[in-house]
């Protein structure tokens, strides 16, 4: 499909910078089949129903963004690097984006706090591996003492400050591993979820370690042309019986997000349908004409033009369908991406 048919006009402003507080109070818009209607999150039990199933994912973000330098050589500059970690290769090593990527070769040294990488490869998309001297419980504490949390670009320029470190995490994190936000989970408190409780509203979690690449901006004119990066994830054994047990009830599938939405169709896509226990990588890409088989509702925050995400919600939803509730959302001021508000979609 072409590109630009998930375009659309969004203002520079409406992009938020923090999110608000506390979190349950963030904006809802309900695209229901008789139409969209404001609401806020602390809404959704009442937009439920007793016996759906409510699937996060639990992973963690870590401090992936890493600066460091490095040293010089005969005929070469000492230079500042950053780096932006995408997904562990196993073994210490890293799929990364690093700048300045031109004057980076492989073999060079790279020292950052607490630690030190060598460049192993350049690929053709950008990307480098780095071998870290660390691995390990030691790699992730060096992280937490020298990374910073990885924001989007969008955000304040990318450069997080200690706030960030707590808001750029949902209640659910467990699992050390993403690069990225599932943003949905930002939006519940322990208030909601003993209300969703209270609904008879069931819970469950699966693991998807996001990657950078979900988020990065399409550069091809047509979707065929785009490749999505691998992410890791797992279904645990637990979650897939709760899935199983719901759909027996008559309940719904209502995925937090499009992180666990898309690990749950990868499944469920390779079982015929049914969503088994399961762990693996997916690069799965989901444009309009997909079939969807394991979700029935998608709660997900507004996301930017042209992107993997609101291919994924046109898919979902419709595009048309999705176009209007966008520009709904433009028109009466929603916060847009990572921080902002959301919306609650039916299949």
């Avoid at 910073?148 to 450069?159: A, D, E, F, M, T």
């Amino acid at each position: 499909m072409r590109v630009d048919l998930f375009d659309f006009d969004l203002p520079d402003e409406l992009i938020a910078q923090r999110p608000v507080q506390p979190r349950d109070a963030a904006r809802l818009l309900d695209v229901a089949s008789d139409g969209l209607h404001d609401r806020t999150v602390r809404d959704l039990p009442s937009l439920l129903s007793r016996g759906d199933l409510l699937v996060f994912n639990d992973t963690r973000v870590i401090p992936a963004r890493l600066r460091g330098r490095r040293g010089g050589t005969a005929g070469r500059q000492d230079v500042a690097v950053e780096a932006l970690l995408i997904r562990d290769l196993g073994n210490g090593r890293w799929l990364s984006f690093a700048r300045p990527t031109k004057r980076l070769r492989p073999g060079d040294g790279i020292a950052f706090t607490g630690f030190a990488a060598t460049v192993e490869t350049k690929n053709d998309d950008g990307s480098i591996v780095l071998a870290f001297d660390t691995t390990g419980p030691g790699f992730l504490a060096a992280l937490e003492d020298g990374g910073s949390v990885p924001l989007p670009p969008y955000i304040r320029g990318g450069v997080a400050d200690a706030q960030d470190r707590a808001d750029y995490q949902t209640m659910f994190a467990r699992y050390d591993g993403s690069v990225a936000a599932p943003t949905a989970g930002l939006h519940f408190t322990h208030g909601l979820m003993a209300s969703l409780a209270d609904a008879g509203i069931a819970t469950a979690s699966v693991t998807l370690h996001v990657g950078a690449g979900t988020f990065q901006p399409v550069r091809v004119d047509d979707t065929e042309a785009h490749t999505m990066h691998a992410e890791w994830g797992e279904v645990p054994t637990a979650t897939a019986r709760a899935i199983a047990e719901a759909r027996a009830r008559g309940g719904r599938i209502v995925s937090i997000g499009t992180t666990a939405l898309r690990l749950l169709e990868t499944v469920a896509r390779d079982h015929d349908g049914a969503v088994a226990a399961w762990t693996g990588e997916t690069d799965i890409f989901i444009v309009p004409g997909f079939r969807f088989r394991a979700v029935d509702l998608l709660l997900t925050n507004f996301h930017l033009p042209r992107s993997t995400l609101f291919m994924l919600v046109a898919a979902f939803a419709g595009l048309e369908r999705m176009k209007a509730a966008y520009a709904h959302a433009v028109r009466e001021r929603y916060r847009f991406y990572s921080y902002g508000d959301c919306c609650l979609l039916r299949r």
